[in-house]
């Protein structure tokens, strides 16, 4: 299986802050990769698809970046609505698997 | 636009059979390269993929469960259903659905029900 390392595993930042969250798989994915947004109590959201195409409908400050092993989200400008649990899914073989998550949270 | 549902039993006890049903609207999985895909999250914990079912019919299971899941489509009624057999409480977590484009250029899930919180327990 294809193991998916986020890091980090959390992070406290505040509004206005660019993040990064990295994700690196143990083997090449090609651009198999999405980046995905979960809020409490709430299905996870599609922020970026192949690795760095944006969703409809996504704020731009949201992109995506890398190919292969390693990958990362960057939010550009934090609002208060991005505060949540950030997770990768590599779907070049199965299983598909996800990272551990990313908790970001308002410092 | 794409809406994804699960629905089934919130209880189940251990030993039991669960199945679960994903009625969907907003496209047809009888269209090439579509899929439906079933991730589980146990609470607090991340996301586990646990197989997909694609418009062919071809399906492919999580291996650690694949003994114990099934996968099938009714194309006619819009419905997928996942049926996990031996619940366990190591099973209690919630259930989603979702939408795989198209397996050539974007498998991938761009959209997910709301998920159902499935709990074993006697």
């Known amino acids: 299986d294809i193991q998916m390392t986020q890091s980090p595993s959390s992070l406290s930042a505040s509004v206005g802050d660019r993040v990064t969250i990295t994700c690196r798989a143990s083997?090449?994915?090609?651009?198999?990769l999405g980046w995905y947004q979960q809020k409490p109590g709430k299905a996870p959201k599609r922020l970026i698809y192949?690795?760095?195409s944006l969703q409809s409908g996504v704020p731009s400050r949201f992109s995506g970046s890398g190919s292969g092993t390693e990958f990362t989200l960057t939010i550009s400008s934090l609002q208060p609505e991005d505060f949540a649990t950030y997770y990768c899914?590599?779907?070049?073989?199965?299983?598909?698997?996800f990272g551990q998550g990313t908790k970001l949270e308002i410092k | 636009q794409i809406t994804l549902k699960e629905s089934g039993p919130t209880l189940v006890k251990p030993t039991q059979t669960l199945t679960l049903t994903c009625t969907f609207s907003?496209?047809?999985?009888?269209?090439?390269?579509?899929?439906v895909g079933w991730i589980r999250q146990p609470p607090g914990k991340a996301l586990e993929w646990l197989g997909l079912?694609?418009?062919?019919?071809?399906?492919r299971y999580n291996a650690s469960l694949r003994t114990r899941l099934t996968f099938t489509k009714d194309t006619s009624k819009n419905q997928v259903a996942l049926t996990m057999t031996d619940m366990d409480p190591v099973d209690t977590a919630t259930y989603f659905c979702?939408?795989?484009?198209?397996?050539?250029?974007?498998?991938?899930?761009?959209?997910w029900g709301q998920g159902t919180l499935v709990t074993i327990s006697s």
């Open positions: 192949a690795a760095s």
């Open positions: 979702a939408h795989l484009p198209d397996h050539y250029s974007d498998g991938g899930f761009d959209s």
């Open positions: 079912i694609y418009w062919n019919d071809d399906k």
């Open positions: 899914l590599q779907h070049n073989d199965y299983p598909y698997t």
């Open positions: 083997q090449g994915v090609r651009n198999d």
């Open positions: 907003g496209f047809s999985l009888s269209t090439w390269g579509v899929g």
